[in-house]
């Protein structure tokens, strides 16, 4: 049973440029949250997904989007990248009928350097 | 959105018990306490959540106090592999976790 697969695992990109991270969910999880981890901080909740639309929202402008897919898998799109957005871009899927288990589980992550 | 508070970083002999603080004085009454850990630049892992009784599962053990404004992890046989980044967060959502900067552990030989 495959976990959280993200792609692309390292990516470089220009100011200016726009970027999508691609993210498949656990097996049998219908509910995608995205998190930015800056370097030496911890993730920071920037939305999440479930019946593909957005629920719930963090503190991230709107040059930060995202769309979710009939089959759960979901997007990230970033335009006009600015250097702070320098990361590593974290993908987590969960059960929204599976209960309070607090199993969050948590792909590898995108790396994304922005020069 | 309740914010929690834990020491930067800590040091534990290989073997004995890990005990990881954390403050949480802003949390409600229905919001859960999880801790995850962090190894490397790898995803989070999920090690345990409470609401108001202390847990234990086969990794760790949480006590929450009775005012639920605090809580300690416990690692009670630390090893080598357990040195990590130890977030303790409080969810302000459903699956919204707010992360702070975590407790970077490290077990010594």
């Known amino acids: 049973d495959a976990g959280v697969t993200q792609s692309p695992t390292h990516l470089i990109k220009t100011r200016g440029q726009q970027v999508t991270l691609r993210c498949s969910p656990k097996s049998g999880h219908d509910t995608v949250s995205w998190y930015q981890q800056a370097l030496g901080q911890g993730p920071q909740f920037i939305f999440q997904?479930?019946?593909?639309?957005?629920?719930q929202r963090g503190n991230f402008p709107d040059r930060f989007s995202g769309h979710q897919f009939p089959n759960y898998s979901s997007e990230l799109n970033v335009n006009a990248l600015l250097l702070g957005d320098s990361a590593l871009y974290l993908c987590?899927?969960?059960?929204?009928?599976?209960?309070?288990?607090?199993?969050?589980?948590f792909g590898e992550g995108s790396r994304l350097t922005v020069l | 959105d309740a914010k929690t508070t834990q020491p930067t970083s800590m040091d534990c002999a290989e073997g004995r018990a890990a005990n990881l603080p954390c403050n949480h004085s802003t949390i409600s009454g229905n919001e859960y306490v999880y801790w995850y850990r962090q190894i490397h630049s790898q995803g989070p892992q999920y090690i345990i959540h409470?609401?108001?009784n202390n847990e234990t599962n086969e990794m760790a053990s949480l006590i929450i106090t009775e005012d639920r404004k605090s809580s300690t992890l416990i690692l009670p046989h630390a090893t080598l592999r357990d040195t990590a980044v130890y977030y303790c967060?409080?969810?302000?959502?459903?699956?919204?976790?707010?992360f702070g900067t975590g407790t970077r552990l490290k077990v010594l030989a």
């Open positions: 987590a899927s969960s059960p929204e009928g599976g209960g309070r288990t607090g199993e969050l589980f």
């Open positions: 409470g609401l108001k």
């Open positions: 997904y479930y019946e593909e639309e957005e629920r």
């Open positions: 967060i409080v969810e302000s959502g459903t699956y919204k976790y707010i």
